[in-house]
Antibody, heavy 128, light 111 residues
Framework: QVQLVESGGGVVQPGRSLRLSCAASGFTFSDYVIHWVRQAPGKGLEWVAIVSYDGSNKYSADSVRGRFTISRDNSNNTLYLQMNSLRTEDTAVYYC?????????????????????WGKGTSVTVSS | QSVLTQPPSVSGAPGQRVTISCTGSSSNIGAGYDVHWYQQFTGTAPKLLIYGSNNRPSGVPDRFSGSKSGTSASLAITGLQAEDEADYYCQSYDNSLSGYVFGTGTKVTVL
């Protein structure tokens, strides 16, 4: 069945780095854009980043731009989130989510996508 | 801080109809971007409930419906059931932020 499985979370000190992975199965990975979304403890959802079908286009939220990098390896059906210079406010559960277009404008900068399949998430705690 | 505002909570008795509002602005919903809705039970991942403002994915009961007008959108749940107790989030795109935005979230309680 269609599935996304995140991994790589853990406890890390402020200023350090961490790389999250998201393994996809049950669908043609390269046919979809993919999002990262996070949720801080007890808080709402926050969009983090999106990557295009072939990985050539990437967009991210102001809160992580310059620190986090989204990428993908279509040969291994895997999405990544490289997180550098981590801050305590980056503490959250990180979800990867498959993106689908809801309009006829389905090209960069990918403004018309929703999240139709979600992984279970991986927890990241930034603490000294 | 989210640019899409939802009421923190709504409640209703079983069988009743409840609505959740999602108020945006001219740079997101008012700019013509679709609104999508997600349901999240405590401790689990969000699940897509409504896409393209008023479309239900396969498997979502027709008790759930969405609408959009101007700078706002709404999710309606008719025939409220105990299993509908969850958090609900709207989502759209904001062209001034150049990114996707979620609503503040609404907790639905079945009395």
């Amino acid at each position: 069945q269609v599935q996304l499985v995140e991994s790589g979370g853990g406890v890390v000190q402020p200023g350090r780095s961490l790389r999250l992975s998201c393994a996809a199965s049950g669908f043609t990975f390269s046919d979809y854009v993919i999002h990262w979304v996070r949720q801080a403890p007890g808080k709402g959802l926050e969009w983090v980043a999106i990557v295009s079908y072939d990985g050539s286009n990437k967009y991210s939220a102001d809160s992580v731009r310059g620190r986090f990098t989204i990428s993908r390896d279509n040969s291994n059906n895997t999405l990544y989130l490289q997180m550098n210079s981590l801050r305590t406010e980056d503490t959250a559960v990180y979800y990867c989510a498959r993106g689908r277009c809801s309009s006829s404008s389905c090209w960069a900068p990918y403004q018309h996508y929703y999240m139709d399949v979600w992984g279970k998430g991986t927890s990241v705690t930034v603490s000294s | 801080q989210s640019v899409l505002t939802q009421p923190p909570s709504v409640s209703g008795a079983p069988g009743q109809r409840v609505t959740i509002s999602c108020t945006g602005s001219s740079s997101n919903i008012g700019a013509g971007y679709d609104v999508h809705w997600y349901q999240q039970f405590t401790g689990t991942a969000p699940k897509l409930l409504i896409y393209g403002s008023n479309n239900r994915p396969s498997g979502v009961p027709d008790r759930f419906s969405g609408s959009k007008s101007g700078t706002s959108a709404s999710l309606a749940i008719t025939g409220l059931q105990a299993e509908d107790e969850a958090d609900y989030y709207c989502q759209s795109y904001d062209n001034s932020l150049s990114g996707y935005v979620f609503g503040t979230g609404t907790k639905v309680t079945v009395l």
